[in-house]
């Protein structure tokens, strides 16, 4: 059971974030607020990592939440400046 609520998140990164995939640099979010390489974070969105399963635990789901309303409040702020 746990196996498929595993399966169920990893779905759901990949669906919530697909409305705006293209949009973020992934490289900078993930140096910058994770400090770590641009392809730690696709293997993070892929779920695998050299064959072994590889997903988002909670700090770094919180990670991503928080750079992801980071971005945003910095691009609405820019935006009002114009």
């Not at 169920?8 to 400090?35: P, R």
């Not at 789901?61 to 609405?76: E, H, P």
């Amino acid at each position: 059971m746990a196996q498929i609520a595993t399966m169920q998140q990893k779905a759901n990164v990949k669906q919530v974030l697909a409305d705006v995939y293209e949009e973020v640099n992934w490289a900078y979010l993930a140096k910058n607020y994770f400090g770590k390489s641009r392809s730690w974070l696709y293997h993070k969105f892929s779920g695998r990592n050299n064959g072994v399963e590889d997903d988002f635990n909670d700090i770094d789901r919180d990670k991503l939440k928080f750079a992801l309303n980071d971005i945003a409040m910095r691009l609405m702020a820019t935006a009002d400046k114009l």
